[in-house]
Every structure is written in C-alpha cells, then in structure tokens.
C-alpha cells in the first residue's frame, strides 16, 4: 500500500499517502450523485490487503477470518467470502450479518467475553467452526447448551498472554488487568478437567492481544507465551487442533505510521509454532478495511471564533466516532488538493451538539470554503460499523468502487428508517 502520488503532488503535504486507493475515482462527481457523509470503499484495496496475507501464509493450513465488527457491510462481507475468507464474530447480529453474506459456517469462529446462551444456541444451530471461550462460566454454559441439543462443540481457551500491545488503553486486550481471556494457568486447568465437559472438544488455542498494534515485538512475546503453552499441552497429551492468533495489526493513519509487513509477521508465527500442523486461524480487522475506506464530506462553513478556526463539515462523531472515543488521527484532504491556495489551520468538527464532535485540532490545510468537499481518510475500519443516529443524523450512504465503476451498498438512510420500530407509548402493559 506505497504510493508514489504524495511525492508527485506539490499539494503533498496535505495528501494522504492512503488516499492513493480512491485516485481513479472521481470523488466530486461520486458525492455529487451520491450526496455527503459518504462512506467510499476501494474493492481492489481489500482485496490487495487480504490476498497479500494470505499469499504470506502460503504453505500454512491458514484461514483469514475478517474480524467484522471492523466493517459489517454485507458487500465487504461478501468480498471476503470470494476471497476465501472467514469471519471472526462477536454476536448473533455478526454471525447472522455472516451467513447473509455467504460465509460458510466453517469459516466462522465466535469471539466475546459476553456471549448469550441465546447467541451460543444460534452458533451451535448454526455449525461454527469453533467457540473462542473466554471464562469458566461460559465453557459450562457451551457444556450444557452442546449437551441439551446432543452436539459436541469446538472450543478453543483464549488465553491473556499478559503482554502489553503498546497501543491505546482503551484497545488494549491481552494484559492480565483486561477483561479479555483466562490465564494461562487458569488454560492449564481446563485442559487438565475437559472431562468434564464432553460436550465441548477443547483443542483450540486463541489470545487476541489489541489492536492497531504497529510494533510487532509485543506479538512476538505474545506467540512465543502461545506457542510455549501449545508445546506444553501437546507434550502433556493434549492434541491441539487449532491456533487462533487473533487480530490487532496497524495500520497507517498518519505520516510515520507504517502497517507491519505481513510476511515479517507471519514469519512471527511461522517461528512460534514451528512443528505445528494443525489450523492456524487470524483475526485481522483493521488491517483488511481501514486504509480501503475514506469517508467523504462537505464543507458547511468556515468559523472563525475568538481564538480558533473552525471547518464545519457535514459529517460527524455520529458518522465516525474515532477522533471523539480514542482521539483518533485521521488525515483530511482537501478534494482538489491545495490548488495554490494557502494554508491555514481549522479545528475540523461536525455538527453535533457536543464539543468532543471535533476530527481534528489544529489541522493545517488548504484554505477551505464552504461546499468544499473533504475526504477523511483511513476510515474504512471503525467507520460506518461504530456509526449512530445521535442528534436525530440517518446512517450514512456507502459505495464499493471497483475498477472504474461504484455500487451504493448501503443506501443513505430515510426519517423513516430511522425511525422504524419506534412507537408511542399507547400499548400498555402491567409492568
Ligand atoms: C476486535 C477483534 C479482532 C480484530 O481486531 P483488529 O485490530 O481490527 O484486527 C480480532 N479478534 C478479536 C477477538 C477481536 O475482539
């Protein structure tokens, strides 16, 4: 995912090295047609990204499962599915959005510390390859539910191989203080009593230690933790079948950032498993989508305030929550690029009724008008699957472009659908 076009640009320092995807589009024309916020995802941009981890893990007994709370969009879902992938999911919504989709259901595994009996109930009916199983409490219930409908369910142990993702706290998953996982002792455990549950096959291993993790040393520590306890198991008598090592691999959001390269990361796995013949499964997310997605708007107004700067634009926090919940960079480039203008800095909100509505502080960039058009960028993952109607704002549209041509996949959202399922209050009931 290089591209040579921010060094041709003498508006580079606004260019976002991601944009390069969307380059062949004519985004004006697109958000003109397709009105603003809109969301726009690069079909061959996935497709780069699954296909080059995949071709990294050639020789491996490997399944790419597309975590989809990144990007739930039934078309991504589906260009997964042609591509061979499976799905990673967190919920009944995940796993029913997933075979809508086409994913079969033995290219899904289901993740979550809070897994429902009812959600477990349709996982099971459903055939999922295999449970990541995240607590004592939840092995017994998948015991007991696999027991009452005579099957026998797939589990592995996600295990919190206590190392720190060095990322943001707030998505970081694999430290014992998180709520995420057993202990490997509490792991050794379970194998040693999985008698006890004959109704769960507990040969599988998962740990996921956090996202957007651009160093890949704290991923090393983590596979050598896994690797050393499935050599541990394996010796012990247990046979392991499958290795999930989760999800969690950067991308680029601004300049500096770099997507670890995916064979010096399968390399990584190749050494920590090394003699390991079973399935080894990834969960990637962010890695597949989020530099395939820019998420289109239209400058509202400038505001000059008493001591800043403001561009309004017409999509929000409710649209894309990053900046808001994680203090999250996303470039913004002006479409058009700078076009000899000068540069100023804005503060980049939106309209919501909240000061944390706010993409960036600061920003320098091309002096902007209204009716400008602006491209958030890296907005492929965590996007539109995080999105809410706060303020009374309908989900946004979403277009795949692909080789010249774009499909509305998801059409902008009506009053009324927005709406719908609501009611007055005239049934009433005794409470
Ligand atoms: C969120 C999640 C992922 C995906 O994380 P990314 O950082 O998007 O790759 C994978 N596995 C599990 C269990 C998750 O919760």
Redesign the pocket.
């Given at each position: 995912m290089h591209t040579p076009s921010a060094a041709r640009d003498p508006g580079r320092h606004f260019f976002a090295v991601n944009m390069h995807a969307f380059e062949v589009v004519d985004l004006e024309a697109l958000a003109q047609r397709e009105g603003t916020p809109l969301y726009v995802y690069s079909a061959p941009a996935i497709r780069g990204r699954v296909q080059g981890l995949q071709a990294a893990l050639q020789g491996l007994d490997a399944l790419v499962c597309f975590?989809v709370?990144?990007n739930s969009s039934q078309a991504v879902l589906q260009l997964m599915d042609e591509l061979g992938a499976g799905a990673?999911i967190?919920s009944g919504g995940e796993l029913w959005r997933s075979l809508r989709a086409g994913i079969p259901p033995e290219r899904i595994v289901f993740?979550?510390v809070g897994k429902s009996a009812e959600e477990i109930v349709q996982a099971l009916d459903a055939g999922v390859a295999r449970f990541?199983v995240e607590s004592r409490d939840e092995l017994e219930l998948l015991q007991r539910l696999a027991a009452a409908r005579g099957t026998v369910a797939h589990a592995a142990v996600?295990i919190n191989p206590d190392v720190d993702a060095l990322t943001h706290a707030k998505?970081s998953?694999g430290k014992s203080e998180n709520k995420?996982g057993v202990s490997i002792d509490e792991a050794r455990a379970w194998f040693a009593r999985s008698d006890d549950c004959p109704h769960v096959r507990l040969d599988g291993l998962?740990m996921?230690i956090?996202?957007?993790?651009l160093q890949l040393e704290p991923m090393r520590l983590a596979l050598q933790r896994l690797g050393a306890f499935w050599r541990e198991l394996a010796s012990a008598g247990h046979a392991i079948a499958s290795i999930d090592v989760?999800?969690?691999?950067?991308v680029r959001y601004r300049e500096g950032e770099q997507a670890p390269d995916p064979v010096e990361y399968v390399a990584l796995i190749r050494e920590a498993l090394a003699g390991f013949d079973g399935r080894i499964v990834l969960?990637?997310?962010?890695?597949?989508v989020?530099e395939a997605g820019i998420l289109l708007a239209r400058v509202l107004r400038t505001k000059q305030g008493e001591q800043r700067r403001f561009l309004v634009l017409d999509a929000a926090m409710n649209d894309l929550l990053r900046p808001s919940l994680y203090d999250a960079w996303h470039d913004i480039v002006r479409v058009g690029g700078n076009d000899g203008r000068e540069t100023q800095a804005y503060d980049v909100v939106g309209p919501v009724c909240e000061t944390g509505d706010t993409f960036a502080l600061s920003r320098p960039m091309p002096r902007c008008e209204a009716g400008d058009l602006v491209a958030i960028v890296g907005a492929g993952?965590?996007g539109a699957s995080m999105a809410s109607t706060y303020n009374s704002r309908p989900l946004a549209a979403e277009v795949l472009v692909d080789g010249g041509r774009y499909a509305v996949v998801r059409r902008r959202q009506s009053f009324e659908d927005m709406v719908a399922g609501e009611q007055p209050a005239g049934d009433w009931r005794k409470a």
């Open positions: 975590a709370k990144a990673d967190v993740s979550g990541n996600r998505i998953t995420f998962h996921h956090g996202s957007q993790i989760g999800g969690g691999l950067g969960e990637p997310g962010r890695y597949l989020a993952a965590y």
